[in-house]
């Protein structure tokens, strides 16, 4: 878990702040955040086929 959470800081630290530089780095993020927290896609029964939750 902790491996997750410094990835998640050195991904952070690389945001440019242009959105579309940013788009493919933020997407990594939000992928491990759910990772971290197990979330799913609200009212979701079965897996999510695009981030796998």
Do not use: W, Y
């Not at 955040?33 to 079965?46: H, N, Y």
Request: glycine share 8%; with cysteine; charged share 35%.
């Amino acid at each position: 878990m902790q491996e997750i959470q410094d990835e998640i800081k050195t991904l952070e630290l690389s945001l440019t702040g242009d959105m579309f530089e940013d788009m493919d780095t933020r997407d990594k993020i939000h992928n491990l955040k759910m990772k971290l927290t197990g979330a799913k896609p609200p009212d979701q029964e079965i897996d999510c086929v695009g981030c796998g939750s």
